[in-house]
């Protein structure tokens, strides 16, 4: 299983999870919808990253974030028809590991990959990618290949 | 009344890639029903137990949320769109957690540092640190670091409390002889500091469980007594991108370093490969000033400290040898190796590797060596049997406790003191335990000499034969 990026993606998630710190930064994961979406384990090629403000009130937002429905639903008639989609999210958690917290679960979409990075004071530090569980029960890891395509 | 549902990316797999859907339905509540008899598998995702929509799906109609018209019986007419939009939230865990009343009593001498303050002091407080190993070195190591507020502190280790641990491993106390080191120091960590919280791992740590397990932590802190788990623990860091505060003993004299930083180097830059197996005693078998683990494990702590806190200059690319008896301390440079196969921009090992068979634990000449009890070796010494006996321990061990009549010819200096045996006569070797002169005893024999080991050593000795003879 696992979530392909190449370098340009990864440096747009990082400068936006890096500029937001001490707040979570977030955005779009965008590339084709691969088949077989739904199974765990899937692979993810993503060729844009896309990033959007954290539109949490602010007095929570170094620890949560939030997109807009409206944005979302924009992006998605955007790319309605294309054969692309929003494959994946990636968010930051500053300071603490990117291990999914318990709200990430509550809220989390199946299939999608959902990319957390750690950022500890200002400096993005750690990643890691996973995929929530049909049932939605938990997060399974996923692994992150920096690169071309394969 | 035909209306079009419209799907996001993410819930498509659940509807045969399908992106619109036409439905006949009254109301929001009703095309959903439609759907899901459609396609089952989308009721879960986008309805809770309780009938209600999740939390995360938000429903628009045409332009407008449903929530603000009449939720789920919100009315549609022919023509009508609606608009499934995940909400796409999420966060840590919790926010970074602050200091209580309490906790700004407990680490008044810290905040009033400007290098520390309350800044610093969350950093702690929201921090992890694992401690390999819960002996000599993770006894000073964790009890700092848990005074000093290191919110969360992880140890793995899998032995019991001996009495003979006591004489450097403070953690512990005589009341835990016998029972599990981690429950030891787990209880003695909480006594120290109530607000931090103490994770045990009692198991070993191999190639299976090192990566998954320190991903968990920010520092790793490497207080080992062998190769195969020192090398584990490098590799592990460098492939986490963990940074291990490291330190080392051996009888007067410590080692200290931060391996595994982006830009320093990693242990196997200092030592590639381990030395040959046997030739460097672990403690058991040469001894440690019981004061020496306090100095090299306190330094730990406050490498791990100077790490998390971000101040002052980790001690990466440098390594510190401390000699107690000369009470020096020097310094040599590290450089990280350009050819490092496990920290080097193109790593040969991008796995934990077999350590046993790396550091050459796998080889076992014992088995196939020639062996005689204790019993045995006092027969022929009854029977005045003709064989020189052989004591490959070290001087000092010589002087504790030795069987009349052998040679003293330490392992280390076997292979320069060849030429004193003969090689017609036969040789009978032994050691402490039966280890270090099974290695001699292979080494012996590959130079052709009638070499035979002695099992379990002057303590099975001491034990089976000869109560006068000291145990040590």
Known sequence: MSLRLNRAVEQIAMNTAEKAFPEEGCGLLIGPVPDGFDVMGRAVEVDEARPLPNGWDASAKTNRYLIDPKIMARVEAELSGTGRGVVGFFHSHPQVPAWPSPFDLMMAMPCCSYWIIQVRDGKAVDSRAWQRTEDGRSFVEEEIFLGGYI | ?472
Not at chain 2, 34 to 52: S, T
Not at chain 2, 257 to 266: I, S, T
């Open chain 2, 1 to 472: 009344m035909s209306i079009e549902i419209r799907l996001p990316t993410a819930l498509r797999a659940f509807a045969d890639k399908q992106e619109r859907i036409s439905v006949d339905a009254k109301d929001v509540g009703d095309a959903l029903e439609r759907l899901f008899i459609r396609h089952e598998r989308l009721r879960q995702q986008l309805m809770a137990p309780d009938g209600k929509l999740r939390l995360f799906v938000n429903i628009y109609v045409n332009d407008d949320d449903a929530r603000d018209r009449q939720g789920l019986s919100t009315p549609i007419k022919d023509g009508d769109t609606i608009l499934i939009v995940p909400a796409i939230a999420g966060g840590s865990t919790v926010a970074e957690q602050g200091l209580t009343k309490a906790e700004l009593v407990r680490y008044d001498r810290h905040l009033i540092m400007p290098e520390v303050g309350p800044e610093g002091q969350k950093k702690l407080k929201n921090a992890s640190v694992l401690c390999v190993g819960a002996g000599g070195l993770g006894s000073p190591l964790a009890l700092y670091l848990a005074a000093a507020g290191v919110g969360r502190i992880g140890i793995i280790d899998f032995d019991v409390v001996d009495e003979s641990n006591l004489q450097r491993q403070i953690i512990h106390d005589t009341a835990s002889i016998g029972t599990s080191k981690l429950a030891s120091a787990k209880k003695r960590l909480l006594a120290l500091n109530p607000y931090i919280s103490v994770e045990t791992h009692e198991a070993r740590l191999t190639s299976a469980n090192a990566v998954e397990l320190f991903k968990k932590y920010d520092v790793i802190a490497d207080g080992t007594d062998n190769f195969a788990t020192r090398y584990l623990v490098n590799d592990a860091c460098v492939l986490t991108g963990r940074p291990n505060a490291y330190g080392s003993i051996f009888r007067f004299e410590g080692q200290l370093a931060v391996f595994g930083l982006k830009d320093g180097p990693c242990y196997r830059c200092l030592y590639p490969e381990p030395p040959p197996p046997g030739l460097v005693p672990s403690c058991s078998e040469a001894g440690v000033l019981g004061v020496l683990p306090g100095v090299i494990g306190t330094m730990q702590a406050i490498e791990a400290l100077k790490l998390i806190l971000g101040i002052g200059r980790p001690l990466s690319g440098r390594l510190m040898l401390y000699d107690a008896l000369e009470q020096s301390w020097r310094t040599l440079n590290v450089k990280k190796k350009p050819a490092c196969p496990v920290c080097s921009e193109n790593p040969t090992i991008k796995a934990p590797i077999d350590y046993e068979a790396f550091c050459g634990l796998k080889e076992k000449p014992m088995s196939t060596i020639p062996e005689i009890s204790v019993q045995d070796l006092k027969a022929k010494l009854d029977k005045k049997e003709i064989f020189v006996l052989v004591d490959v321990r070290e001087p000092h061990e010589y002087e504790i406790a030795k069987i009349a009549g052998s040679t003293l010819i330490p392992l280390g200096k076997l292979p320069e003191r060849f030429a004193e045996l003969d090689k017609s006569a036969k040789l009978i070797v032994h050691c402490k335990m039966g280890g270090r002169s099974a290695k001699a005893v292979q080494l012996l024999r590959e130079k052709g000499y009638d070499a035979t080991n002695v099992t379990g050593g002057i303590t099975a000795w001491s034990e089976q034969i000869d109560p006068s003879v000291p145990q040590y």
